[in-house]
């Protein structure tokens, strides 16, 4: 990880020059990317003088919006923030409610405390249009599993106009970090939030009417724009997180969406020319 530790390095050296640096991370499902986040964190500490330790790894990252929020206006000079799934936090403008307008505001004009923030997302046509056309100096990319490319500027903007990848600017190799106690500390508090998230909302109506609709919207709107691939087997899958970006929903609420197609899929209700996890 030599590259990674020298991009690491440069990056510190930018926000000394009183600037933030805002860098989406594209992985797909199962190809490494929180692993990928979860090292960088942690090689982060010793190059802004920290204590290399778990706790300090894992503070860096927010698991909500509003957490989100209070680390870019409340954090230490030079400190890494991390969200995992950023489309939980941001999504693309036509699906943006409130509180995520007001947030894409934040990261456009707040000077931040000069903050590394890495924000995660399984492919680049997730990210919001800001990102993508103004706010992202740098990005990278898992084209494989333990592989990493970088793109800076000029990059992200080609891949955004050209819809495809440009020559990555750099290219590395990082470690899985299974075994290791960063990960099994990061793993039992993403476990943990899933589970919270997942629960029944004693207050949210979400009848079977409701989820009917939305199923059919997401099939007049065409099924195959919520159809992902496994990062692991290859299979095609139908994407809860992409519903969710696209309709301002609720994880608990696209998750029965995505049954509720696959379900119509599987029985000759909805034409889809595949076979689905």
């Known amino acids: ?35 990928l986040i979860m090292e960088l964190a942690w090689l982060w500490q010793p190059i802004c003088d920290k204590e290399q330790t778990i706790e300090n790894a894992m503070n860096t990252i927010a698991w909500n919006r509003n957490q989100f929020k209070t680390y870019i206006s409340s954090k230490e000079q030079y400190s890494m923030i991390v969200v995992h799934d950023a489309a939980r936090v941001l999504s693309k403008k036509k699906a943006m409610h409130g509180a995520e307008i007001e947030l894409e505001e934040d990261l456009l004009d707040m000077r931040f405390g000069n903050y590394l923030v890495l924000l995660g997302f399984q492919e680049f046509d997730l990210l919001p249009t800001m990102l993508a056309t103004r ?63 997942i629960k029944p909302d004693e207050n949210e109506e979400q009848d079977e009417k409701s989820l009917k609709e939305w199923a059919e919207q997401a099939k007049e709107d065409g099924i195959r724009k919520f159809v992902s691939v496994h990062g692991g087997n290859q299979t095609l899958y139908i994407d809860a997180t992409l519903i969710e970006a696209e309709y301002g929903l609720s994880g608990n609420k696209s998750r029965k969406i995505a049954k509720l197609l696959k379900k119509g899929v599987a029985e000759g209700e909805i034409s889809f020319d595949g076979d689905l996890l």
């Not at 793109?151 to 470690?175: A, T």
């Open 135 to 197: 706010r992202a100096k740098q990005l990278l990319r898992i084209p494989k599993r333990g592989i990493v490319h970088g793109y800076n500027e000029d990059g992200i903007r080609k891949r955004y106009n050209d819809d495809k990848w440009p020559k990555p600017v750099l290219r590395d190799s990082f470690p899985s970090l299974e075994g290791k106690d960063l990960w099994h500390a990061f793993e039992s508090e993403d476990q943990r939030r899933k589970q919270e998230r």
């Open 1 to 35: 990880m030599n590259k990674i530790i020298a991009w690491l390095e440069a990056a510190k050296q930018h926000l000394e020059k009183d600037y933030d640096l805002i860098v989406p991370v594209i992985g797909d499902e199962g190809m490494g990317k929180s692993t």
